[in-house]
């Protein structure tokens, strides 16, 4: 059945905002976000996998809206320290307010002492929910390595330290249509996209 109403991106992450509406413009969905309906929510991620956290997510934003509403959770596992920081990637650094940038400080203080490579590997599950509390589910995935030195100034979060060795490349280095075919967060997307077209009948 097609369903009028347009997709919401249930995050107010510019970062975020930026790539999903990029990797779905061309699909004619109307898409919004929580700050364009003035819908504040505050969810705890105490979800035990990426795919608890993005469904609990989508189906919050999609009952308080009405709408259709897409999430996704993410997170970098460094192979060094045992997959972490992995579901805590966003509150990895112990200091209080911590920035990107103290994030990204705090994880190379713990990888000294470890020989490089530091492989290394971004993962992202999205779920896309209907009021109904129904939810479907995508992942991605993207290879690399952490290293000791920021490059490019294009991403966020550990986007500067993530290096591609295929492409030579930090993924703070690529432009928006390169990363919006290799980062971790685009291919749970694009892999989303026959569920979207399904629900919106395109």
Known sequence: MKIPQGLLIATN???????IKAL??????????????????????????YAD?????AQAFSLASGMIAMADDSGLEVDALNGAPGMHSHRFSPLPGATDADRRKYLLEKLKGFARPWRAHFRATVAVARPSGKVRLAAGQCDGEIIPEERGTNGFGYDPIFFIPEIGRTMA?????????LSHRARAVQNAIPILRELFGK
Request: overall charge negative.
């Open 13 to 19: 992450n510019k970062g975020k905002v930026a790539e």
């Open 24 to 49: 779905l413009e061309r699909e004619g969905i109307p898409l919004l976000t929580p700050a364009e309906l003035g819908l504040v929510l505050d969810i705890s991620e105490d979800g035990l996998t």
């Open 173 to 181: 280095e690529l432009e928006m249509d390169e990363k919006n075919q």
């Open 53 to 57: 956290n993005a469904s609990k997510k």
